[in-house]
């Protein structure tokens, strides 16, 4: 390959980050798209072998379930970043904010007093069919209110340029981890383009997420004790479970690791007997937290850990019971929500969507499965959902009898045209899609919003999946300040 010439570089008719046509980059990603028209094929893949080396060395994995048994792979790394301009980012992050103080506003409501039920904004089958409302949390007031304390919204541009809310992930969101290391890399193999100081630093999230889970701790006096709860090993998150509590200098535990006494209080148990914790940043799901309230064969949980919750003895982030807003159902509504706690009208905008338990919203998607992505309520990850344009007739049939028999658990939305930016696909740049998720962090003073997010890559030709599980590969995202 010789020199890059952007010239040359096809968009084809999506909006694309880097460039605002065929050589012209946006005015933000002017320096790297300058940079990189100055490498030849050779230094452009001595990049991407510095780029897997380090991956290599950092030990910076993911874990793919397959067929009964679990792989373990290097992070799928792609050198190109992705660019924001960061005046466009704080509107972003402004309306990220919005929206968390309104679902924080919403699951507290739900727990307590249900009045935008009463009010006849959320129909009351959308709460009676939730799988994530958790009726053990009924009564609960978790310190500040805070339910979701770190949420990861997805974020997609559509051909225009508008920027969308694709879904919010509120019960353990994952991905700051990758988000962190891609810097890191980054500035491994692009030391240069760091000197100008016009991209904005991530490297202060983990600091930020120590401070807010010390905001939590029921006693803010003392120097509070903080634990990252892993499911384990096994989980296909353990490394960003590791690495944030090796980053923030925290103990990382097992249910195991953790006791209950008769006065409600959380123990760790350490080879100089028992700690009291004050706040636990947990990543087991709602259901494996507690074996005396959820599931009695959970091995994974701690017995009593809902009742020292419930009692005011230890912080649990995110608190049980937030998944209840994290269903695309509910997502529809979140405009709403905005509105009827906030009064105000909301920042980022909402894909839109059609509910099937509407019959008319039904009809339409029954009729158009062959346009639309439908998605079931509670699934993650890219699983459980049909894209109506790359399905076979076979599996748009299968799907339509799903939604009948359960309409509830299903939503649609158009195929979006998602954006695309320059991707190293063997020895060239090609135009991939991609999506990004910011991370949200509501503490009982302040809200943070990640510089940037984890920019997730379609690698595939044409494809709009970007899971990794599912051979997508992530990104550096980069806020430029061209002040």
């Not at 890059?4 to 570089?9: G, M, N």
């Not at 890559?457 to 899971?467: E, F, I, P, R």
């Amino acid at each position: 390959m010789s020199k890059i010439q952007w010239s040359e570089y096809a968009c084809d008719g999506f909006y694309d980050e880097l460039l605002a046509r065929p050589g012209e980059p946006h005015p933000a990603a002017s320096m790297l798209c300058d940079y990189l028209s100055e490498l030849g094929g050779r230094e452009l893949a001595e990049l991407k072998n510095a780029a897997e080396v380090a991956i290599q060395v950092m030990g910076i994995t993911f874990t793919v379930y397959s067929e009964g048994s679990m792989i373990d792979r290097a992070w799928p790394f792609d050198i190109v970043p992705r660019i924001i301009p960061l005046d466009e980012w704080q509107k972003t992050e402004a309306g990220l904010k919005q929206r968390v103080q309104a679902l924080n506003l919403f699951i507290d409501d739900l727990y307590h007093d249900q009045r935008i039920i009463k009010d006849k904004i959320l129909p009351a089958e959308v709460l009676a069919q939730s799988v994530n409302f958790r009726k053990q949390c009924v009564g609960i007031n978790p310190p500040n209110n805070i339910w979701a304390h770190i949420c990861g919204s997805d974020i997609v541009r559509d051909k225009d340029g508008t920027l969308y809310v694709l879904e919010d992930n509120l019960r353990v969101p994952s991905g700051v981890s990758y988000m962190l290391e891609n810097r890191n890399v980054t500035k491994r193999i692009l030391p240069e383009l760091f000197q100008t100081g016009r991209i904005q630093p991530v490297d202060d999230y983990t600091g930020q997420l120590y401070d807010m889970l010390v905001s939590m701790s029921p006693r803010p006096g003392d120097d509070p004790q903080v634990v990252v709860m892993t499911p384990g090993i096994y989980n296909s998150a353990y490394f960003e479970h590791s690495y944030l509590a090796q980053q923030m200098g925290v103990e990382l535990v097992e249910g195991t690791d953790l006791v209950v006494d008769d006065d409600d209080v959380v123990h760790m148990l350490t080879v100089d007997g028992l700690k009291r914790v004050d706040v636990i940043y947990r990543r087991v799901d709602d259901l494996f937290l507690d074996p005396e309230v959820f599931n009695p064969e959970s091995a994974l949980g701690v017995p009593g850990l809902m009742r020292a919750w419930r009692n005011g003895k230890v912080a649990l982030v995110n608190a049980p019971g937030a998944g209840v807003a994290d269903d695309k159902v509910v997502y529809a509504f979140v405009p709403e929500i905005i509105r009827y706690y906030l009064s105000e009208e909301p920042l980022l905008a909402n894909v839109p969507s059609y509910l099937c338990m509407r019959d008319d919203d039904r009809k339409y998607v029954l009729d158009n499965l062959d346009k639309l992505v439908v998605k079931p309520a509670n699934e993650s990850g890219g699983y459980g959902m049909l894209v109506g344009p790359h399905a076979t007739k076979k599996e748009r049939a299968a799907f339509a009898e799903l939604i009948k028999a359960n309409p509830r658990n299903y939503m649609a939305q158009p195929t979006l045209n998602l954006s695309t930016t320059p991707t190293l696909i063997e020895d060239r740049l090609e135009p991939r899609h991609v999506d990004l998720r910011p991370f949200i962090l509501s503490g009982k003073n302040s809200t943070e919003v990640t510089t940037g997010g984890l920019t997730r890559v379609a690698l595939n030709k044409g494809s709009l999946v970007v899971n990794s599980s599912q051979g997508g590969g992530s990104k550096d995202t980069w806020i430029v300040d061209l002040k």
